[in-house]
């Protein structure tokens, strides 16, 4: 019966040691000055849509044109912020994270053979 023998996995010291390295910290820094703005950017625009449904409701009310009014729009707004919000982190993604990740993995595998 065949078997596949696998490499064996890195140690505990091993990935203390990759977690402290230069290129990690890199890597943790990239994603957080994405991820941490994006997220308050979202959050506000929620709590403004939140805000304006429960204390402007005249404003949330004006027709934009037939029966779509100021507040559907918004509300649509929502969503395709969220669609873009994705859009861009799995861009951000592949370009600046997942290739240093890559290398940072194949290291710590490689080190540990």
């Known amino acids: 019966m065949p078997t596949t023998d696998s490499p064996p996995a890195p140690t505990s010291a091993q990935f203390l040691e990759t977690q402290a390295s230069p290129e990690f ?4 820094t990239r ?7 994006m997220t308050a950017f979202f ?3 929620y709590a403004l849509y939140v805000a ?3 204390f402007a409701h005249d404003f949330m ?3 934009v044109f037939g029966n779509v ?10 969503f395709l912020t969220t669609f873009l919000i994705t859009g861009l982190y799995v861009r951000f993604a592949n370009r600046e994270l997942d290739p240093r990740a890559t290398a940072i993995r194949e290291e ?6």
């Open 52 to 54: 304006l449904g429960a």
């Open 43 to 45: 959050l506000l625009w």
């Open 25 to 28: 910290q890199e890597l943790r």
């Open 108 to 113: 710590l595998e490689g080190s540990a053979l």
């Open 31 to 37: 994603l957080r000055r994405f991820v941490f703005p």
């Open 69 to 78: 009014n100021l507040g559907l729009i918004i509300g649509l707004g929502q």
């Open 61 to 63: 009310a004006i027709r």
